[in-house]
């Protein structure tokens, strides 16, 4: 899930070697923290947060058939 992560979030962003996602599991979630340059959280969110949107959703669908646990996807500044 993290491959997927970065996939999806490197090419949206000027800096693609400062992507870094972070799994933090606990008994009933998975949270994946997605850490990017400060100049590129715009790009990652997107206007009115449609792409952070999109990309949760595709995580979320690629998850359901992988977890048994609640998957979140967090952007971190």
Partial sequence: MKQLIETIVKPLVDRPDDVRVE???QESRVTYKL???AEDM???????GRVAKAIRTIVYSAAGSHHSKR???DIVD
């Fill in 42 to 48: 715009g790009k990652v969110i997107g206007k009115q």
């Fill in 35 to 37: 850490m990017v340059n």
């Fill in 23 to 25: 799994m933090d599991e």
């Fill in 71 to 73: 998957v979140y996807v």
